[in-house]
């Protein structure tokens, strides 16, 4: 099987070469067009990338921290989340990656919205440099400023004038919602500094250092776009990548077709993620602060409240210290009542926080951070403000419906069932160490019944007012401690490589347009000439004849562009390529059949050159001083015989049944050439078959071979009539024109029938017209069909202009072979 393989193998590559040797001599006959359709498709190419604008690309690399991390960096961020990522997966709890979060926002329509705004981006400013184009950024001769911010694309043209004033014009209005632009002929000379009106709104323009030094004259393209257009334009310039997977690194890059403009771009973008960043970290401090501002103020009205009732008291009692008369039972009941104290304070708070909780208009609000001692649901808390943070900013960069936000509402109502039930666990705790603590405090109260039943109620009174103050300092030192965050607006986030790039353009890649126009070029040509191969129906060489017909091919016959319609070879050189064919042709009619001395030359159908042959061939015998006999066998046109002018001929030889008729006297002695004799076929008979019929053609067979070494006939084209085939019976060998450009490929099966069948005489093929490739003029028949006064006859010429050729020569049929 291996060697099978390996034969097999070696057939191909057997194949192929001749396949490569083909299209190799394809490509060198239409070298001229291969070499003009380079040159076009160069030229295109070059003027297509010099148009091109020249597209810079800019990078800067962004590295995201931990806050537990600080600046040191430590592992990375995925593998720190690792660990909790997992748990959270296999609680049924989807996780995302937070840097592909982080990637996101930073290339958002949200954010990138800011940067526009910020940088003034909704106003390009063009011009041309050559055949481009190029943005006028940071070196624009004016900044226009525009009363209204565009709700519509608008743009117009500017020209510095040698007076100093600018030239506005060409105004062209997109409206957004109807598709349809509008067309503004108005020019208008604009001084510096001065608002005017204009088509398409107020607007001003403002000189800058390069305004004298701008040329006069050139201009400046100006589009004015609103805001969420430009925004979104300028996001599709900014990318987002991570370095790799084992680092915190982002890798922010824009192309644009300023470099200036482009590290703008970057620079911007990443402040105003520092500021979101900022934003998002002190919406829990901010709305701490401002739940404790509330119940600070709630507080303070309390207390006020409790030290008037105090002050009423005192009034009333006429008593000034009430220290001295409860002396004995403040300092039993110290240690009880300062923990009764701090148990009501940790009450009140988890009381407050717990009707935070159980508010339903609270659900989307970060809870208050307040750390409650002994307290197990801090943690908590600070869990879902991280997660509530995370929610907000992903529901503001997409929307509330989105399958994370859905994901992480299911994800904060059970942290906030959860935060709740905890509370409430607190609270009941508290409130049990409340009511112990209560006791306690009137079992030692009971201990001075002694006292005054004013003292007693003085207690009560200041009890609650060391209270409330108590409660009042708590939150005041709460405050003070968010405050302090809230001053802190550090990002965990730095760029660690500023916005770099090459100084060449990224875009137009130049040589890669001239590689693929030079391409382009060798492919074009290629595919016409495939095409035209595709869909040729007719031979295009000897291999195509060889693959189907075994009949022998004598000779190929390359295109002659004779000086005229009935020219012979004589006229031409001895080493001409035409002499050389015919030579060629002779040598191979000896070498197949050597006492061969009578040929007939038939064909398919007309336009096969086969009277072109027939003439030359003569001649070429004659050069090897062979006495030649050329017979009009045609007797229905008589072409050869046209220039003679005779009547006699042929056909009077085969209408003298008596033989009176001479050989030499219907012949035309050197009527062709030295030594090539001339039969005409004489005058049209009524019935031409019938008439070669005739055994009088034998015998002019006969006597002609006695005088001639070689008889040629000229007969019609074997289709259509029988004349070819009953003149056959003669020959000695059958030489069979077949026409590149002309036979078709369908007909070699039957070519190859008749040879089998033997239905002609030693049959041998030629083919005529080989180099089809450079030709321009070539021969042709004309048949015309008719009812004439002998009954049916037919005429065929020759013609100057060659039909059109059909396509190509059918080189799809070489690939499957």
């Known amino acids: 099987m291996s060697g099978s393989v390996q034969n097999k193998n070696k057939e191909e590559d057997i194949q192929l070469i001749p396949l490569f040797k083909m299209c190799w001599a394809l490509f060198l006959a239409n070298l001229k067009w291969f070499v003009l359709s380079v040159i076009l498709c160069l030229v295109l190419g ?49 996780v995302g990656d937070n840097l592909k979060n982080e990637m996101f926002i930073l290339t958002s329509e949200r954010l990138m919205t800011r940067v526009v705004d910020s940088l003034g981006l909704d106003v390009d400013y063009t011009t ?131 470099t200036a403009r482009a590290e703008d771009l970057l620079n911007t973008v990443y402040e105003a993620y520092k500021h979101d960043v900022v934003d998002n970290k002190n919406r829990v401090a901010s709305s701490t602060a401002n739940f404790i501002d509330r119940r600070v103020a709630l507080i303070g009205q309390e207390l006020t409240q409790v030290e008037n009732r105090l002050a009423s008291f005192k009034q009333q009692n006429r008593v000034i210290d009430f220290q001295q008369a409860a002396g004995t039972v403040t300092a039993q009941s110290a240690d009880a009542r300062q923990q009764a104290l701090q148990l009501e304070t940790q009450l009140s708070v988890a009381r407050y926080l717990q009707e935070f909780l159980q508010n339903n208009s609270n659900e989307h609000q970060i809870i208050p951070a307040i750390n409650l001692e002994r307290a197990t649901f801090n943690g908590q808390i600070d869990t879902y403000n991280q997660l509530m943070n995370e929610r ?37 705790s508290i409130e049990m160490q409340v009511n112990a603590a209560r006791s306690n405090e009137k079992s030692l109260m009971g201990q001075v019944g002694h006292a005054p039943q004013a003292a007693k109620e003085a207690l009560d009174i200041q009890r609650q007012q060391n209270l409330k103050e108590t409660l009042y300092t708590y939150l005041l030192n709460k405050r003070e401690e968010v405050a302090l965050q809230l001053a802190i607006n550090e990002a965990n986030v730095r760029m660690v490589e500023n916005p770099l790039g090459p100084s060449s353009p990224v875009s137009p890649r130049k040589m890669i347009i001239m590689l693929l126009a030079f391409l382009i070029g060798l492919v074009i040509p290629a595919v016409i000439l495939w095409v035209r191969e595709l869909f040729d129906i007719t031979i295009s060489g000897r291999q195509d004849v060889e693959g189907v017909v075994t009949a022998p091919v004598v000779g190929e016959l390359p295109r002659w562009d004779s000086p005229s319609e009935d020219a ?185 029938k008749m040879y089998q069948d033997k239905k002609m005489r030693n049959l041998c093929l030629v083919l005529n017209d080989s180099d089809v490739k450079s030709r321009k003029t070539g021969y042709g028949y004309g048949y015309g069909y008719g009812y004439g006064q002998y009954g049916y006859g037919y005429g065929y010429g020759y013609t100057k202009e060659r039909k059109k050729q059909k396509l190509g020569r059918g080189l799809l049929g070489k690939l499957r072979k």
């Open 568 to 752: 012979l070879i004589t006229h031409c050189a001895a080493n001409d390529p035409i002499v050389e064919a015919f030579r060629m042709l002779r040598f191979s009619l000896s070498f197949v059949r050597r006492t061969a001395k009578v040929i007939v030359v038939t064909s398919t159908t007309p336009h096969h050159g086969k009277s072109f042959i027939s003439r030359n061939l003569s001649v070429v015998f004659a050069m090897a001083n062979k006495r030649v006999l050329l017979i009009d066998a045609d007797i229905r046109k008589r072409t050869l015989s046209g220039d003679f002018g005779r009547t006699a001929g042929l056909t009077s030889w085969l209408v003298d049944e008596d033989g009176q008729t001479c050989l030499e006297d219907i012949v035309v002695k050197d009527g062709l050439t030295k030594g090539v004799d001339f039969l005409p076929a004489g005058i049209l008979p009524p019935n031409p078959a019938e008439l070669l019929m005739s055994g009088r053609l034998e015998e002019l067979v006969a006597i002609a071979r006695e005088q001639y070494d070689f008889i040629i006939f000229d007969t019609t084209p074997i289709f259509g009539v029988a004349d070819a085939s009953i003149v056959d019976r003669v020959a000695d060998l059958t030489l069979y024109v077949l026409r590149v450009g002309v036979q078709e490929k369908a007909f070699l099966p039957e070519l190859e």
């Open 392 to 428: 907000n900013k992903n529901a503001a960069n997409s929307s509330g419906q989105s399958p994370l936000v859905r994901d992480l509402d299911k994800q904060l109502a059970a942290q906030r069932t959860s935060i709740l039930s905890s509370v409430r666990s607190y609270v009941r």
């Open 128 to 258: 041309s440099a050559g055949l481009h184009s190029v943005a006028l950024y940071t070196d624009r001769p004016f900044e226009i400023a525009f009363q209204q911010k565009a709700e519509n694309l608008v743009r117009f043209e500017a020209k510095i004038q040698a007076d100093g004033t600018v030239k506005l014009s060409d105004f062209v209005c997109y409206n957004r919602s109807t598709g349809k632009k509008k067309i503004f002929k108005e020019h208008l000379s604009v001084r510096p500094g001065v608002m005017v009106k204009t088509p398409i709104g107020d607007l001003a323009i403002n000189k800058t250092t390069f305004f004298s030094r701008f040329p006069v004259g050139k201009t400046i393209q100006i589009h004015h776009l609103p805001i969420e257009m430009a925004a979104k334009i300028y996001q599709e310039k900014i990318k987002a990548s991570a370095y790799d997977k084992e680092t915190s690194l982002v890798v922010l890059s824009a192309q644009d077709i300023n």
């Open 46 to 94: 070059y003027l297509y990338q010099a148009r091109q604008s020249r597209v810079y690309q800019r990078q800067a690399v962004i590295l995201f921290e931990d806050n537990e991390s600080g600046s040191g960096g430590g592992m990375s961020r995925s593998a720190r989340n690792n660990g909790l990522n997992t748990l959270m997966q296999l609680n049924g709890i989807s």
